[in-house]
């Protein structure tokens, strides 16, 4: 009974895990789909972040880069820096596709908890991606200078799912 109950709960969170839907405050919910057929080796290396959800953590981030790596065995990981308070910081975490060909992912900074993530928006030159999840979102690209009109079609694309203006933080690149 407990494995029938463990193989039910693990085909229900792969399922899940395939569309995240994002509520809004007006309570609808905005369905986010993963990217198809994404190559994890291709996505791996240097991304600048370009923007992300504002919160008084992170409000004062500036020069935030993440690096997306998979090592021998094949498993993914990110390590993040990124210059806040005067220091220069770091914090990594742990990734895992949830059906392996998708840009649907899991993403632990403790190891434990894992949230799930979609890479919505992956244009063909692998130069910007837009990431979002239940409460959280990340604009990133190869470069760290990002056109005004770039800014503006991923800007309504955020908007478009369900986040507001004030939520954007825009990530200073020196």
């Not at 899940?16 to 369905?31: D, F, L, R």
């Not at 992912?105 to 890479?119: C, D």
């Not at 009109?149 to 004030?166: C, D, K, P, S």
């Amino acid at each position: 009974m407990y494995k029938k109950f463990l193989v039910f709960l693990g085909l229900a969170l792969l399922i899940s895990g395939c569309q995240i839907s994002k509520s809004v405050e007006n309570n609808e919910t905005v369905a986010v789909e993963a990217v198809k057929d994404m190559n994890y080796y291709k996505f791996s290396g240097i991304w600048y972040e370009i923007a992300t959800l504002k919160s008084d953590e992170i409000a004062a981030r500036t020069n935030s880069t993440i690096n997306y790596s998979i090592n021998e065995n094949g498993r993914m990981s990110y390590l993040k820096r990124y210059f806040e308070d005067g220091k220069d910081r770091v914090s990594k975490g742990k990734i895992r596709p949830i059906d392996g060909k998708s840009g649907a992912l899991e993403i632990s900074e403790w190891g434990i908890f894992y949230e799930p993530y979609n890479v919505i928006n992956l244009d063909g030159e692998l130069e910007t991606a837009l990431i979002i999840g239940e409460n959280n979102f990340w604009l990133i690209s190869r470069k760290k200078a990002f056109p005004e009109l770039l800014r503006a079609i991923y800007e309504e694309q955020i908007l478009e799912r369900g986040f507001t203006t004030n939520q954007i933080h825009w990530v200073e690149h020196k």
